[in-house]
């Protein structure tokens, strides 16, 4: 409760809080039927219909209402944006832990090895596998995941490499506590204010790649509404139906700018050494 306070007195915090929430309201509508419209029915009578008191935002070029899609689209993008960097957020501490805990050799390859990976611009890198598993929203959720997997790793390690030489860890030893403890009570629990901030700015990141792989018809396949989906099906109709690219554009941004500025918010909050200043 005490978080979630100093959230809501940041400037940041209060907007990207209002924002996330925002989405997952919709998101939640989206997920129960509560929609304007069937997302998936089409009115032939009504394609191209420009935004209006029957349709909100308008009709695609289907007939399909533009507003219960995108509320449905965004329920499917977090849900991959969020299993994503849990995945990755997951691998990430281990891996993080075991590099800083062991050291010497283990530590090294497996830092060269996410040097290697860091080195591959993200959405190719998640394009490669993809394309090597084939499309679909599970293959999106394993593709973004791996991508950002070393960025938690990354994070993880460097501050466990400076806790495991503290007192208070040393103290765990000397008593026998196992080293499984000691990594997930000692170190893990001593790290969780940097990753709840990288897990937050990795959410705008994973909702962005996964709008891109959806855009290039490598994520979520048609016709289940996504917001990459939806931004692709307007290429060929940006003069005639702007209204087709403007909402669910304005949406990926708008979750983006979310999560950037309650990460933002939860590094000023969490950080020490910023915290008087927040």
Same mark, same amino acid.
């Given at each position: ?8 007195? *940041?400037?940041? /915090?209060?907007? +990207? ?12 509508? /989206? ?17 191209? *219909? ?6 909100? %935002? /308008?009709?695609?070029?289907? +007939? ?10 965004? &329920? ?19 891996? &993080? %832990?075991?590099?800083?805990?062991? /050291? ?42 791996? #991508? ?9 390690? +460097?501050?466990?490499?400076? $806790?495991?030489?503290?007192?208070? #860890? ?9 080293? #499984? ?21 990795? $959410? ?7 709008? +891109? ?14 917001? &990459? ?28 700018? &979310? ?20």
């Amino acid at each position: 409760m005490a978080l979630l306070r100093a959230i809501f007195r *940041h400037p940041s /915090g209060r907007i +990207g809080a209002g924002i996330v929430l925002a989405y997952l309201a919709l998101a939640a509508l /989206g997920a129960l039927g509560l929609t304007p419209h069937d997302p998936l029915a089409q009115h032939r009578l009504d394609r191209l *219909h420009p935004p209006s008191a029957s349709y909100w %935002l /308008g009709t695609d070029l289907f +007939g399909r209402d533009i507003a219960s899609r995108l509320m449905q689209g965004i &329920g499917q993008s977090f849900r991959v944006a969020f299993l994503s960097v849990a995945v990755a957020a997951g691998i990430g501490a281990v891996l &993080g %832990l075991a590099a800083a805990w062991f /050291g010497r050799i283990w530590d090294g390859a497996l830092m060269r090895a996410m040097d290697i990976l860091l080195a591959f611009p993200a959405i190719l890198l998640a394009m490669l596998i993809v394309a090597v598993m084939g499309p679909g929203t599970r293959t999106s959720v394993l593709a973004i995941a791996f #991508v950002y997997m070393p960025i938690f790793t990354r994070v993880v390690r +460097g501050p466990a490499l400076s $806790l495991k030489t503290r007192d208070f #860890v040393d103290a765990a030893r000397s008593f026998g506590s196992s080293t #499984v403890y000691i990594l997930t009570r000692h170190l893990l629990l001593n790290i969780v204010a940097p990753l709840t901030v990288q897990v937050t700015l990795a $959410l705008a990141w994973a909702l962005l790649t996964e709008a +891109g792989l959806s855009f290039l018809g490598l994520g979520t396949q048609p016709p289940a509404p996504s917001l &990459g989906v939806m931004l692709s099906d307007s290429r060929n109709l940006m003069e005639t139906a702007p209204w087709l690219m403007i909402a669910p554009g304005l949406t990926i941004m708008g979750g983006i700018l &979310g999560f950037n500025l309650l990460g933002d918010a939860l590094r000023d909050i969490l950080d020490p050494k910023t915290r008087g200043r927040a």
